[in-house]
T-cell receptor
Framework: KQEVTQIPAALSVPEGENLVLNCSFT??????LQWFRQDPGKGLTSLLLIQSSQREQTSGRLNASLDKSSGRSTLYIAASQPGDSATYLCAVYILTGGGNKLTFGTGTQLKVEL | GAGVSQTPSNKVTEKGKYVELRCDPI?????LYWYRQSLGQGPEFLIYFQGTGAADDSGLPNDRFFAVRPEGSVSTLKIQRTERGDSAVYLC?????????????FGPGTRLTVT
């Protein structure tokens, strides 16, 4: 059974700091990997999707990498801002006999302080 | 275009009651997914539809939970004899097709509270 772990569970940093969020998964037979942002009481906002043939994706101040062989992904946030405060979730796409589904980690709760 | 929509946004019900949660996927998406997110946890897979049929319902916790998608578009998640442990945010997602891991697009969720 695929398990996804995110470290740290919570992180507090001062504004302007660069930071790295970690995601690891137990079964390397994944397809895509996706990072989401979730604000309190809200739904999921997609940040970056890394396809199985890719090693990284970038969008603005965000960069996500994927190493399937080691079962790891990282989300790098440059020059953090208070507006980045949210919970960040990673999820892996796995193909099953019935189709495909996402397995999520439990998230990293980020607080960026002024 | 319009994204995935879910109604109601919030639902409060008493223990033992029946509830229905609705999901409208993105037009043209044949695959539809339901997930459940308990407080402090990541979403967990419940069921996946390809067209009208449930292709994978391995995540449904017990037989009180049932979902339908009769015309291959709108889906309804039905929960019978609700329990306090059913309180969670129920998320719906859709993708172009389920046969390939196309990106899943999520709705805003329905927050269910069982008192």
């Amino acid at each position: 059974k695929q398990e996804v772990t995110q470290i740290p569970a919570a992180l507090s940093v001062p504004e302007g700091e660069n930071l790295v969020l970690n995601c690891s998964f137990t079964d390397s037979a994944i397809y895509n990997l996706q990072w989401f942002r979730q604000d309190p009481g809200k739904g999921l906002t997609s940040l970056l999707l890394i396809q199985s043939s890719q090693r990284e994706q970038t969008s603005g101040r965000l960069n996500a990498s994927l190493d399937k062989s080691s079962g790891r992904s990282t989300l790098y946030i440059a020059a953090s801002q208070p507006g980045d405060s949210a919970t960040y979730l990673c999820a892996v796409y796995i193909l099953t006999g019935g189709g495909n589904k996402l397995t999520f980690g439990t998230g990293t709760q980020l607080k960026v302080e002024l | 275009g319009a994204g995935v929509s879910q109604t109601p946004s919030n639902k409060v019900t008493e223990k033992g009651k029946y509830v229905e949660l609705r999901c409208d996927p993105i037009s043209g998406h044949t695959a539809l997914y339901w997930y459940r997110q308990s407080l402090g946890q990541g979403p967990e897979f419940l069921i996946y539809f390809q067209g009208t049929g449930a292709a994978d319902d391995s995540g449904l916790p017990n037989d009180r939970f049932f979902a339908v998608r009769p015309e291959g578009s709108v889906s309804t998640l039905k929960i019978q004899r609700t329990e306090r442990g059913d309180s969670a945010v129920y998320l719906c997602a859709s993708s172009l097709t389920g046969a390939h891991p196309y990106e899943q697009y999520f709705g805003p969720g329905t927050r269910l509270t069982v008192t």
